[in-house]
């Protein structure tokens, strides 16, 4: 396609949330850290996979019991979330990894494939009452 000589209709739509389909045999859950597998298709974050891609916190949880995309999910890109993890004060500004799709951490340290997830914005305690901390994920989603 040539470069542009007259306006053009690019099709905007908000990128906050989008709709991704759901890998093959798999439940993604409300709040649950998300990402792409090497099929396109999401799936629960975990550190025991290599290659995938950050996609966002998931919005609703949806079980997929078919093939690969015959359900999808919405998935927040932007925002801040408060992510089980344990971290103080003195936290603050530094990155987090994923461990699971429930749990981050400040460190490398036991990860197979270290996922940077977010940035910590403060020490909070989880809906669940777990220790957690909230963190901005929009630099770290594709």
Do not use: W
């Not at 799936?43 to 996979?49: E, I, L, S, V």
């Amino acid at each position: 396609m040539a470069a542009h000589s007259s306006p053009f209709e690019a099709g905007f739509k908000p990128g906050h949330i989008v709709l991704y389909k759901i890998a093959a045999s798999t439940t993604i859950y409300k709040g649950a850290l998300v990402a792409l597998d090497t099929d396109g298709y999401l799936t629960p974050m975990t550190h025991a996979t290599a290659s995938l891609k950050v996609m966002g916190v998931a919005e609703e949880t949806v079980t997929n019991d078919g093939a690969d995309g015959d359900a999808s999910v919405r998935v927040a890109k932007e925002g801040s979330y408060v992510i089980a993890g344990s971290g103080t004060q003195a936290d603050i500004g530094k990155e987090v990894y994923a461990l699971d799709d429930a749990t981050i951490q400040l460190t490398t340290a036991g990860l197979t494939n270290a996922y940077k997830v977010g940035t910590v914005l403060g020490i909070e305690t989880t809906s669940n009452g777990a220790a957690g901390m909230r963190i901005r994920i929009e630099n770290y989603t594709v």
